[in-house]
């Protein structure tokens, strides 16, 4: 059931963020709102959240119900204190470790659970996947709420995650009780996911925290194969990477080239983009381009929705773009867009995975020599 017309409140928080004493004040209504079972968006570092006590089966089911989310996929525990990792599941030297080097921060890690966590939380599974986020406003209402707080990004399922407190106003007013507005996000992409519940332990979700920094902490770590290959038949661990993602209305296509960061290739991505964009409007097409801003002049004209997605030179800016990006294509109602890619290492990779799934692994790869 679809619960409609609540009357949504929505708290600013931007102005006292370094204000402990007013934060708290302003957040008490909404931690109570949690303690009592109800449904509270709040801003994370990564992305914002859709909270509710994760402890409570009924309440967390109302996270399935406003998101449109199949029941199947589990939901990551947002926690306070570091020690409360015991309380929810069995962790064991390196997801302590683990802990002790990124939190509060962007790493979710999986633990096999504790008998407390009901399976309506973690989606049938044996496992938790817990975190402990940094954003102030989310430490203060897990604390004053007193509860644990599930909390699935606060997209409508299949929409891009929200990075602005707009995004969910626009998915969730009316479904929930509180909204709070904390500005935009600073990362923008989704927590790094790892399960150390096995022998090797294994990065499920790509994001800000990436491997190399992982492997400083706790030495070998691998990539789930089926991140790698996402469109084989292979059975991926964190059960959400099975459902598309969140697919524009539009059709996305990324388009590289082999040595993107060579001028000379760069400028025949942008050649094969203006060209691939002509051809479609010329048929009558909404065409959007998203490219970052060293190379965003050179679209001018091209596109009916021409959008910019941070800057290449500083790849955190792409991450913390991206969906805001994505959204507006969505808003132009394009039929087909084109975008620049970011293959590499570290967040590239992260920031290429949500690309790639967005676009249905859809590449077109231009030659070196000139088209
Ligand atoms: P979201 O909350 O929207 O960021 O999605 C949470 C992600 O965490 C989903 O893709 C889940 O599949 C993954 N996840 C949550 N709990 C577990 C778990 N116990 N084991 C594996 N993956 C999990
Ligand atoms: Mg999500």
Not at 319 to 336: K, M, Q, S, V, W
């Amino acid at each position: 059931m679809i619960e409609e017309n609540i009357d949504t409140k929505i708290v600013d928080v931007t102005t006292c963020e370094n204000d402990r004493e007013m934060l708290d004040r302003s957040l008490y209504g909404a931690a109570q709102c949690l303690r009592a079972g109800g449904l509270v968006a709040f801003p994370t570092e990564t992305v914002y959240g859709l909270g509710a006590d994760a402890l409570n089966e009924t309440a967390a089911k109302r996270i399935y119900a406003a998101k449109g989310r199949p029941s199947d996929n589990p939901l990551i525990v947002h926690i306070a204190e570091v020690q409360d990792l015991e309380v929810l599941g069995y962790p064991n030297e390196k997801a302590y470790a683990l802990a002790q080097a990124f939190w509060p921060g962007p790493l979710t890690i999986i633990l096999p659970k504790k008998d407390i966590v009901p399976h309506g939380t973690t989606g049938g599974l044996d496992t938790v996947a817990i975190r402990m986020p940094s954003h102030p406003a989310a430490l203060s209402l897990i604390r004053q709420s007193g509860v644990y707080v599930a909390a699935p990004s606060a997209n409508t399922s299949g929409r891009p995650s929200p990075t602005k407190a707009e995004h969910v106003i626009e998915d969730m007013n009316g479904k929930i009780e509180y909204i709070i507005d904390g500005g935009p996000v600073g990362i923008g992409i989704e927590s790094t996911i790892i399960d150390v519940s096995g022998d090797v332990p294994t990065i499920l979700r790509p994001g800000f925290i990436t491997k190399k920094m992982l492997e400083q902490i706790i030495g070998e770590v691998i990539i789930d194969p089926a991140l790698e290959k996402p469109m084989e038949n292979c059975h991926p661990k964190a059960p959400g990477m099975k459902y598309t993602h969140y697919a524009p209305k539009g059709q996305l296509s990324l388009v590289e080239a082999r040595h993107v960061e060579e001028d000379g290739s760069q400028q025949a991505v942008i050649r094969k983009i203006c060209e691939l964009a002509d051809e479609k409007r010329a048929e009558g097409y909404t065409v959007g381009i998203m490219a970052p801003e060293e190379t965003l002049p050179c679209y001018e004209g091209h596109a009916d929705a021409l959008v910019c997605v941070g800057a290449r030179h500083e790849r955190n800016t792409v991450a913390a773009g991206l969906y805001a990006a994505l959204r507006e294509f969505d808003a132009a109602n394009a039929d087909y867009i084109y975008a620049e890619s970011f293959r590499g290492d570290g967040l590239s990779y992260a920031i290429m995975n949500r690309l790639l799934k967005a676009a249905g692994q859809r590449v077109i790869q231009v030659g070196d020599d000139p088209v």
